[in-house]
């Protein structure tokens, strides 16, 4: 009977959902380090059966590498939903080959050191997504409103699971240091395979470029003068020029039509609403698709374009955020 080791069964599976994932964002420009950090977690996958399946100890040396390259793929993919980087990207690319070239100069001069050092680079990344995820929903700029809570999720996922890998190397490397060493096999095949799981399907969620997640905002402040101002900018560009039928809307975008800094037009909605921006166009899309669901004959699908809406689980779940009942119970209810 023919042996697979289990992580060339996740490998081909990983695989199998960066091909799906490819065919998914074909007609969109997909984002290149989440498809790349897929990549990366099968070909991990991949080493990990050849160390530990087949005893392959040559594989060790280019495992600490590209272990070290998951973080910086990870930060670079949530940075593209989140700001435009105005470095260009040769210097991107050499700063977020440091990790990686750090780990090559240990493998020569510092052996012992190199757990450390990844520990120390998942969890730097980690806290350097949390902090570009400070500001809640609204730090997903580039991210269309219409489907943006699970790309939010998402990241919050990626973030947990490299401090999850942090804490199983810490683990192994105390495990090894001891006298008994009895656990640290199991250990790595089974946490670093769920790490590499949770990362590429984190990472294939988050590249849909869905809506944020609600933003939680610890103690809400008075509204300005300002604020009420920016509001009213806002509320007349979709009352008369309807942008929220724009399905590629996202506050990037809304703010360069509306003449108004993005981080305002945030902190005005959220102040004056106590909702994310998201929240507030999918408000304006709903009250659209309610007077078209009660006032003509169009199907559910078509209003469901018509305002918006590019998918009938985004369509519906905000739908039932704002009136508590599905697009058909609400057709039904008005006649």
């Not at 959902?17 to 099968?42: G, K, Q």
């Not at 087949?54 to 998951?70: E, L």
């Not at 489907?147 to 490299?162: D, E, S, V």
Request: aromatic content about 8%.
């Amino acid at each position: 009977m023919i042996f697979i080791p289990l992580p060339f069964v996740i490998a081909l599976l990983l695989l199998i959902l960066f091909v799906a994932v490819i065919r998914r964002d074909e007609e969109a420009a997909p984002n290149w380090p989440f498809l790349a950090l897929i990549l990366l977690s099968a070909l991990q996958s991949t080493l990990s059966g050849l160390r530990w399946g087949y005893g392959v100890q040559a594989v060790g040396v280019i495992a600490p590498v590209t272990a070290a390259m998951v973080p910086p793929l990870a930060y670079a993919g949530v940075s593209r939903l989140v700001r435009t980087s105005r470095r260009p990207l040769p210097a991107r690319i050499a700063l977020h080959g440091v990790p990686a070239a750090l780990i090559l100069i240990l493998m020569a001069v510092w052996r012992d050191a190199i757990d450390i050092a990844l520990v120390l680079v998942f969890v730097g990344y980690a806290a350097a997504i949390l902090l570009l995820m400070r500001p809640g929903a609204d730090a997903l700029r580039l991210a269309p409103f219409e489907g943006a809570a699970p790309a939010y999720r998402a990241i919050i996922f990626t973030a947990a699971a490299l401090c999850l890998s942090a804490v199983v190397d810490t683990f192994v490397f105390l495990d090894l240091a001891s006298a008994h060493s009895e656990r640290a096999l199991t250990v790595i095949s089974v946490g670093n395979l769920a790490v590499l799981v949770i990362l590429a399907i984190a990472a294939a969620a988050a590249s849909r470029s869905r809506p944020p997640a609600e933003t939680v905002e610890t103690a809400p402040r008075p509204e300005t003068s300002e604020d009420k101002e920016t509001i009213a900018t806002i509320d007349a560009l979709m009352d008369a020029r309807k942008l929220y039928r724009d399905a590629n809307l996202n506050l990037d975008r809304l703010a360069r039509k509306a003449g108004i800094p993005a981080r305002q037009i945030s902190a005005a909605i959220n102040r004056a609403m106590d909702k994310n921006v998201s929240q507030y166009v999918n408000d304006y899309r709903i009250g659209e698709a309610c007077r078209l669901l009660s006032g003509t004959g169009k199907s559910v699908t078509e209003v469901m374009f018509e305002v918006g809406f590019q998918t009938k689980s985004n369509f519906n779940r905000e739908f039932r955020r704002v009136t508590d009942m599905t697009p058909v119970a609400w057709r039904q209810r008005k006649g």
